[in-house]
């Protein structure tokens, strides 16, 4: 990689990075989101700082956590997620650890649910803070209206995305008793033909409603408004 020389010295960082690292970190946080083509995310984003990742690991971190310091947002995150993916999963170091923090700090501020957050990434928290990720407004209380299914009802309650083909949720009673949450959606990524397949289970309807509040944790493109009480948290603020 060739060596840029700005106001603070040598770096062996192109002028962009922080830019680069943003784009990035959309990228890895929801693809479906960001315009840049996929193909282009390892050629340009990832592969330019592969050599110095593996030559001095330690400086990568340092250097690249100071230069997305003051970009902030997005850029924090992905370059926490290029030091993972290039220098390894297993590496620590006080300036990965401090932009790996940042990143989460930035993501729990704006109110990315936790179910958002990698199983590594929320270890890491755990281990670094005393305190949940966040906390959602209670579970409404078992006398909260929610209207009793029709026998044969097949209830819609949530589409999942705008796109015509998107998941939709279903409930309806159990053949043996209960009741069941069904997902409705495409076979797989080249067949969309459309197939149902259970998804939970509960004995009432109000811990079935629950369960997928608790499973969604935010509000999806669409929830009816009995459901609505048992998203326990807000849409992210990104």
Same mark, same amino acid.
């Given at each position: 990689m060739a060596v840029y020389r700005g106001m603070s010295g040598a770096t062996r960082f192109p002028p962009? %990075?922080?830019?680069?690292? !943003?784009? &990035? $970190? =959309? &990228? !890895? &946080?929801?693809?479906s989101e960001v315009s840049i083509d996929a193909s282009r995310v390892w050629s340009e984003l990832q592969a330019p700082f592969l050599d110095f990742a593996r030559s001095d690991p330690e400086e990568f971190a340092a250097e690249l956590a100071d230069a997305v310091s003051s @970009?902030? /947002? &997005?850029?924090?995150f992905g370059a926490a997620r290029t030091i993972w993916n290039l220098v390894g999963s297993d590496f620590r170091s006080p300036a990965y650890d401090r932009v790996r923090m940042a990143a989460l700090e930035f993501l729990r501020s704006h109110g990315v649910p936790a179910g958002r957050i990698s199983a590594h990434d929320m270890r890491f928290w755990q281990e670094q803070r005393d305190e949940p990720w966040l906390v959602g407004r209670p579970r409404p209380t078992a006398e909260t209206l929610i209207t009793p299914l029709a026998p044969g009802e097949m209830r819609p309650v949530a589409r999942v995305t705008a796109e015509a083909d998107a998941d939709v949720v279903y409930v309806q009673a159990g053949? $043996? /008793? /209960?009741?069941? @949450?069904?997902? !409705?959606?495409?076979?797989?990524?080249?067949?969309?033909? =459309? %197939? =149902?397949r259970d998804w939970l289970g509960a004995s009432t309807l109000h811990e079935l409603y629950a369960r997928i509040g608790e499973a969604f944790q935010v509000p999806v493109h669409w929830i009816c408004d009995e459901l609505e009480p048992f998203i326990p948290l807000p849409r992210p603020r990104l």
């Open positions: 962009d %990075v922080a830019s680069r690292m !943003e784009q &990035f $970190g =959309r &990228f !890895e &946080f929801d693809p @970009a902030g /947002g &997005f850029a924090l053949a $043996g /008793g /209960g009741y069941r @949450a069904v997902v !409705e959606a495409p076979y797989n990524d080249t067949d969309r033909s =459309r %197939v =149902r």
